[in-house]
C-alpha cells in the first residue's frame, strides 16, 4: 500500500541476489565484530558462525590476509556505487595505494624478497641506464703518468731512438739483449695514444709478438692501475681537451702470418727482421697497411746471415735493383757511418748499435767481458757487435732452414710451450757433443716423432736447449741437464 513503509529484506529474500555469507561473515569478523554481531547481522544461527570461524581457522589468518581482504572488501564497494561523491573517490584512489603498498609487502615475504620490494626508491635507485665503465680507458693525464714513467728508465741510446720516433722508414740493427722489445713496446703505445695511429706488430713468431703486448699491459697496470684486455687491444683514449671524445686504437700482435694484416692501416713495426721468413711479403704488407704519409714503419733486428732477404734492404742494392747506373745509389753502412744514425739517399733511416754503444751509452745491465769469455769471436760479433754472418759456405745455410720451420703457436695445436708438459705424444733426442776446434758448444735438441708412421718425418722444436749452456762444461755437468722430465 501506498504511504507504508517496506519492511526490510530477509536473508532469503536476499539470497536470490548473488551473496556469499561465509565470506560476508570472515569480513566483518576481520573488521573486529563478534560471532553474535555477525549472526545477528546475517540472520544466520551464531553456531553456524561459530562453526565456519572454528573450521576455517579465521583467527589463524595473518594481518596482512586479513587487512587485504578488508581493503578489497571496501574498494569493491566503492566502485560498484553508481553515483560516486568527491570524497569517494578521494578514498578509492587512497585505497589503491594501500592495496599496492601490500602488493610490495607480500613480494617482500616470498622467497627471494628483497628491501627493494617495499620501497620504490631503492628498487628505482637501479633501474636507469648505466654507464658502462670504459673498456681500456687511457685517459690524456694517464697518458702524461705513462709517458713521464717512459722517459725517466731510458738509456741513452733509447733516447735517441725516441727522437727519431716520426720518421717514415727506421731500421735498426742492433746488439742482443739491450731491451728494443722493451723499448718499442712503449714507444709506440705512446704514439698511438698521442697520434690515433693504430698499431701493427709483427714479430719472427707470435710468441715473440706476445712479448710485446705483455710489456704494454704491465708498463700500463704499473702506473695507472689500468688492466689492458684483449687480443687485437682497442684502448679507449677518452676525450682531449676541449670535452670531444677522441677515437679508439687498436694494437694487433701478428706473427709471420703475414696475410692476416693485410686490410689493416696503421703504423707497423717488424721485430727481428733479420730473422723472419718471408721478409719480401712481409714488408710489401707493412708498405700497403702504412701507404699513408702520416704512418710510419720501423724494424729493428740483430743480425742473421748475408743470404737473407732483408739484408739487400739493409746495404740498398734492393733500392738500386731496376734502376738505371745514374740512379743507383751507394749507402755506408759501416759501424762509424751508422752509429749516431743517419738517414740514407734511399730515404731509410739506419742505425747500428753495438753492445759497446749501448754501454757508452749509460747501459749497465751487463758485464761484456764476461760474455767476451762466453762466446766465441764470430759469436761476439754476430750477437752483439752487429756483424752478419757468411753462411754460404755451411753445411745447412738459414735460407735453405727458414722454410722448414713454422710458427708453433699457430700451428702445432698440440704443443703449450708454457705447459709443464709441452707436447704430451712420442719425442725423439738428439745429442751433438763438444768437438769443433772452432768453438761450437754441444747441444740437445728435442723432436716430436711423426704420427704419421708413413712421413717419417720429425716435427722439430718441442724444445731447444741453448748451446751455450754446454760450452766447456765436462760430461758430468752435461749428464745433469737431461735429467729434468718435461716432455
Same mark, same amino acid.
Given at each position: 500500500?501506498?504511504?507504508?513503509? *517496506?519492511?526490510?529484506?530477509?536473508?532469503?529474500?536476499?539470497?536470490?541476489?548473488?551473496?556469499?555469507?561465509?565470506?560476508?561473515?570472515?569480513?566483518?569478523?576481520?573488521?573486529?565484530?563478534?560471532?553474535?554481531?555477525?549472526?545477528?547481522?546475517?540472520?544466520?544461527?551464531?553456531?553456524?558462525?561459530?562453526?565456519?570461524?572454528?573450521?576455517?581457522?579465521?583467527?589463524?589468518?595473518?594481518?596482512?590476509? *586479513?587487512?587485504?581482504?578488508?581493503?578489497?572488501?571496501?574498494?569493491?564497494?566503492?566502485?560498484?556505487?553508481?553515483?560516486?561523491?568527491?570524497?569517494?573517490?578521494?578514498?578509492?584512489?587512497?585505497?589503491?595505494?594501500?592495496?599496492?603498498?601490500?602488493?610490495?609487502?607480500?613480494?617482500?615475504?616470498?622467497?627471494?624478497?628483497?628491501?627493494?620490494?617495499?620501497?620504490?626508491?631503492?628498487?628505482?635507485?637501479?633501474?636507469?641506464?648505466?654507464?658502462?665503465?670504459?673498456?681500456?680507458?687511457?685517459?690524456?693525464?694517464?697518458?702524461?703518468?705513462?709517458?713521464?714513467?717512459?722517459?725517466?728508465?731510458?738509456?741513452?741510446?733509447?733516447?735517441?731512438?725516441?727522437?727519431?720516433?716520426?720518421?717514415?722508414?727506421?731500421?735498426?740493427?742492433?746488439?742482443?739483449?739491450?731491451?728494443?722489445?722493451?723499448?718499442?713496446?712503449?714507444?709506440?703505445?705512446?704514439?698511438?695514444?698521442?697520434?690515433?695511429?693504430?698499431?701493427?706488430?709483427?714479430?719472427?713468431?707470435?710468441?715473440?709478438?706476445?712479448?710485446?703486448?705483455?710489456?704494454?699491459?704491465?708498463?700500463?697496470?704499473?702506473?695507472?692501475?689500468?688492466?689492458?684486455?684483449?687480443?687485437?687491444?682497442?684502448?679507449?683514449?677518452? *676525450?682531449?681537451?676541449?670535452?670531444?671524445?677522441?677515437?679508439?686504437?687498436?694494437?694487433?700482435?701478428?706473427?709471420?702470418?703475414?696475410?692476416?694484416? *693485410?686490410?689493416?692501416?696503421?703504423?707497423?713495426?717488424?721485430?727481428?727482421?733479420?730473422w723472419i721468413y718471408g721478409f719480401d711479403d712481409?714488408?710489401?704488407?707493412?708498405?700497403?697497411?702504412?701507404?699513408?704519409?702520416?704512418?710510419?714503419?720501423?724494424?729493428?733486428?740483430?743480425?742473421?746471415?748475408?743470404?737473407?732477404?732483408?739484408?739487400?734492404?739493409?746495404?740498398?742494392?734492393?733500392?738500386?735493383?731496376?734502376? @738505371?747506373?745514374?740512379?743507383?745509389?751507394k749507402i755506408d753502412i759501416s759501424h762509424e757511418?751508422?752509429?749516431?744514425?743517419?738517414?740514407?739517399?734511399?730515404?731509410?733511416?739506419?742505425q747500428i748499435i753495438t753492445l759497446q754503444d749501448?754501454?757508452?751509452?749509460?747501459?749497465?745491465?751487463?758485464?761484456?767481458?764476461?760474455?767476451?769469455?762466453?762466446? @766465441?769471436?764470430?759469436?761476439?760479433?754476430?750477437?752483439?757487435?752487429?756483424?752478419?754472418?757468411?753462411? @754460404?759456405?755451411?753445411?745447412?745455410?738459414?735460407?735453405?732452414?727458414?722454410?722448414?720451420?713454422?710458427?708453433?703457436?699457430?700451428?702445432?695445436?698440440?704443443?703449450?710451450?708454457?705447459?709443464?708438459?709441452?707436447?704430451?705424444?712420442?719425442?725423439?733426442?738428439?745429442?751433438?757433443?763438444?768437438?769443433?776446434?772452432?768453438?761450437?758448444?754441444?747441444?740437445?735438441?728435442?723432436?716430436?716423432?711423426?704420427?704419421?708412421?708413413?712421413?717419417?718425418?720429425?716435427?722439430?722444436?718441442?724444445?731447444?736447449? @741453448?748451446?751455450?749452456?754446454?760450452?766447456?762444461?765436462?760430461?758430468?755437468?752435461?749428464?745433469?741437464?737431461?735429467?729434468?722430465?718435461?716432455?
Amino acid at each position: 500500500m501506498a504511504g507504508m513503509k *517496506q519492511k526490510p529484506a530477509t536473508t532469503r529474500e536476499r539470497a536470490v541476489k548473488p551473496f556469499d555469507p561465509k565470506r560476508h561473515a570472515r569480513t566483518l569478523y576481520w573488521c573486529g565484530w563478534s560471532v553474535s554481531q555477525i549472526a545477528e547481522e546475517i540472520e544466520l544461527p551464531r553456531t553456524t558462525v561459530q562453526s565456519w570461524k572454528d573450521r576455517d581457522k579465521w583467527d589463524d589468518a595473518s594481518p596482512l590476509m *586479513q587487512a587485504e581482504t578488508c581493503l578489497t572488501t571496501r574498494f569493491n564497494l566503492l566502485v560498484m556505487k553508481e553515483e560516486k561523491t568527491g570524497h569517494d573517490f578521494k578514498e578509492i584512489d587512497l585505497l589503491g595505494r594501500e592495496m599496492e603498498r601490500l602488493a610490495r609487502v607480500r613480494r617482500y615475504e616470498a622467497p627471494g624478497g628483497h628491501e627493494g620490494d617495499l620501497n620504490p626508491k631503492v628498487q628505482n635507485r637501479n633501474k636507469g641506464e648505466r654507464k658502462k665503465a670504459a673498456r681500456n680507458l687511457i685517459s690524456r693525464e694517464t697518458v702524461e703518468k705513462l709517458d713521464a714513467a717512459f722517459r725517466e728508465a731510458l738509456f741513452g741510446y733509447q733516447e735517441n731512438w725516441l727522437s727519431t720516433t716520426g720518421r717514415r722508414i727506421r731500421m735498426l740493427l742492433k746488439s742482443r739483449q739491450i731491451g728494443a722489445t722493451w723499448y718499442f713496446a712503449r714507444e709506440r703505445l705512446l704514439r698511438a695514444l698521442e697520434t690515433g695511429n693504430n698499431q701493427i706488430f709483427i714479430s719472427a713468431s707470435r710468441a715473440q709478438a706476445n712479448i710485446f703486448r705483455n710489456y704494454i699491459v704491465d708498463f700500463v697496470y704499473k702506473v695507472s692501475g689500468v688492466q689492458l684486455t684483449g687480443d687485437p687491444m682497442v684502448i679507449d683514449r677518452g *676525450q682531449d681537451a676541449d670535452g670531444n671524445i677522441l677515437e679508439p686504437v687498436t694494437l694487433y700482435f701478428l706473427g709471420t702470418n703475414y696475410r692476416t694484416a *693485410q686490410g689493416y692501416t696503421g703504423d707497423v713495426i717488424i721485430d727481428e727482421y733479420a730473422w723472419i721468413y718471408g721478409f719480401d711479403d712481409i714488408f710489401k704488407v707493412a708498405s700497403a697497411i702504412a701507404t699513408h704519409k702520416r704512418f710510419t714503419i720501423t724494424l729493428f733486428s740483430t743480425p742473421s746471415t748475408i743470404a737473407h732477404p732483408s739484408y739487400p734492404m739493409w746495404t740498398g742494392e734492393r733500392f738500386n735493383r731496376k734502376r @738505371s747506373k745514374a740512379d743507383r745509389v751507394k749507402i755506408d753502412i759501416s759501424h762509424e757511418a751508422l752509429k749516431a744514425g743517419a738517414v740514407g739517399p734511399d730515404g731509410i733511416y739506419r742505425q747500428i748499435i753495438t753492445l759497446q754503444d749501448a754501454i757508452d751509452a749509460g747501459f749497465d745491465l751487463v758485464d761484456i767481458e764476461e760474455l767476451r769469455l762466453q762466446y @766465441s769471436i764470430d759469436e761476439f760479433a754476430n750477437l752483439f757487435g752487429c756483424e752478419f754472418v757468411d753462411d @754460404s759456405k755451411s753445411s745447412f745455410p738459414l735460407h735453405l732452414i727458414k722454410p722448414c720451420m713454422v710458427d708453433s703457436w699457430d700451428v702445432w695445436d698440440d704443443f703449450a710451450p708454457l705447459a709443464i708438459r709441452p707436447y704430451k705424444g712420442e719425442t725423439w733426442i738428439g745429442y751433438d757433443p763438444d768437438a769443433s776446434e772452432q768453438g761450437d758448444g754441444a747441444g740437445v735438441v728435442v723432436c716430436a716423432a711423426p704420427k704419421n708412421k708413413k712421413r717419417q718425418v720429425p716435427r722439430l722444436g718441442a724444445e731447444e736447449v @741453448s748451446r751455450s749452456g754446454f760450452r766447456a762444461a765436462g760430461r758430468r755437468d752435461q749428464e745433469a741437464h737431461p735429467k729434468i722430465p718435461r716432455h
